[in-house]
């Protein structure tokens, strides 16, 4: 099973530069979107539904910003939008869906994420609103890692979580996506709530990004960030076999990562 997510940074934008193309070519079974920065009026065919694929989104309300979606070749047992947080809803930043057995994952029930953490780099404001988000979402993540069934939260954390996560980690350390108080969040899900960063655990110390500034030639020096994760319940995770950084082509800021789960 291959499960790919990509902050495409405008889905239209992404759709121009030949993100579907490139997406036709790659057998994936799942692909999480986030930051579609559309509304459901924008969307062409293509967007809603590539070929071989169904489509579930959660649109942003406020136009041009922010939004994730889910494509699936299975069709789901159900499809969840928002976590019930009506701050949150309005921004678009959660979709669930579950899945039955697909033989994949230990012969368990699985559920895939596509989560859009908000970023705090714009300001105090939106650090204050990051860091409330990261506690309501904690709730959320305790009732996935206890209901049972396997779990892979794909998306764009906004976190870089250790210091070979991000080529310039020293002058970044008051900077928002490497403070101490997030990269100890994610310590928790990882150290106390059992969860797996599985790009890590595939690749214990490469170093790679996903997530590259526009400012000062960051992706032709390739100073960039990993921010992008799939992070999943141990039994899933455990059957992580290859887990890539796709960057021969740009779709975005960001660059896909792709996981394949054996059988």
Known sequence: MRIITVNLNGIRSAASKGFYEWLAQQDADIVCLQELKAQAADMTAQMLAPDGYRGYFHYAEKKGYSGVGIYCRARPQQVVAGMGIAEFDAEGRYLCAD????????????????????????????????????????????????????????????????????????????????????????????DEAGFVDVFRRVHPELEAYTWWSNRGQAWAKDVGWRIDYQIATPGIAARAEAASIYKAQRFSDHAPLMIDYKD
Not at 165 to 176: A, E, F, M, P
Request: with cysteine.
């Open 99 to 190: 899945f039955a057995d697909s033989g994949a994952n230990s012969g368990a029930d699985f559920s895939v994420v596509s989560l859009y953490l908000p970023s705090g780099s714009s300001g105090e404001e939106r650090q204050a609103v990051k860091f409330k988000f990261m506690a309501a979402f904690l709730p959320r993540l305790s009732e996935l890692r206890a209901s049972g069934r396997e779990v892979v939260i794909c998306g764009d954390w906004n976190i870089a979580h250790q210091e070979i996560d991000l080529k310039n980690w020293r002058g970044n350390k008051k900077n928002s996506g490497f403070l101490p108080e997030e990269r100890a969040w994610l310590t928790g899900l990882f």
